[in-house]
């Protein structure tokens, strides 16, 4: 089953932050992060696994609520190279038996 | 070092013809997967292989099939192509299951 995503879009400034989320009703093994530039091929951002702990690199992190199924994006101090489309892409067991299901994805938009 | 090499990238065909489409990976990957990309759908899953000579159903299988006769390779084939199937087509490969995946360039396939 689809992950649900949210913001479907968010316009922001450069060097605000903003949040994006990726809910699932399934239990979850991990969340996948990826971004996809128009016209380009999704490119990886991060994982967050079962039990493990919020990721992050540069101003861009993550965490993941397993209580909830439940992951978060966070874009710190927004620059312009952070616009496109954000996915999650989530797996039911580890080991990549499933494959990943990928949200709808957030159109993020970052004006100067 | 290429990556994740898509063939063709552009292509335009009549309902009922049939294609293949060819990723290649040069990174001794295992796992390679195929998606579909449709406007507020994002990725969805059509096949997936674990290793060489093995395949596996995604979300959206119908009208398409696969083979990876080659550990490099990954072939998605259509025997009638229909409107639907119009679509931007993405081939993936990992390491293993759950790790990272690398995209390709993308195909831009239209069935007229």
């Known amino acids: 089953q689809q992950p649900v995503q949210s913001p479907q879009a968010v316009i922001l400034r450069e060097g605000e932050d903003a949040v994006i989320n990726c809910s699932s009703s399934?239990?979850?093994?991990?969340v996948h992060w990826y971004r996809q530039k128009h016209g380009e091929a999704p490119v990886f951002l991060m994982i967050l696994l079962k039990g493990g702990e919020q990721k992050g690199h540069e101003k861009i992190s993550a965490s993941f609520n397993e209580k909830k199924q439940q992951s978060s994006l966070y874009l710190t101090a927004s620059q312009l190279s952070y616009s496109g489309t954000y996915f999650c892409?989530?797996?039911?067991?580890?080991?990549?038996?499933?494959?990943?299901?990928f949200g709808k994805g957030t159109h993020l938009i970052i004006q100067p | 070092n290429a990556g994740v090499t898509q063939t063709p990238k552009f292509r335009v065909l009549k309902t009922g013809q049939s294609m293949t489409l060819l990723c290649a990976q040069d990174?001794?990957?295992?796992?390679m997967y195929w998606y579909r990309q449709d406007p507020g759908m994002g990725l969805r899953l059509i096949h997936y292989s674990v290793g060489e000579g093995t395949t596996a159903k995604g979300e959206v299988p119908d009208g398409y099939n696969v083979s990876r006769l080659k550990k490099q390779n990954f072939l998605l084939g259509l025997e009638s192509a229909a409107p639907s199937q119009t679509s931007v087509y993405f081939c993936a490969s990992s390491y293993w299951g759950g790790q990272p995946q690398h995209f390709g360039d993308g195909t831009r396939l239209s069935i007229l």
């Open positions: 892409g989530t797996e039911r067991s580890g080991g990549g038996a499933d494959g990943l299901t």
């Open positions: 399934k239990a979850l093994y991990s």
């Open positions: 990174m001794n990957h295992e796992y």
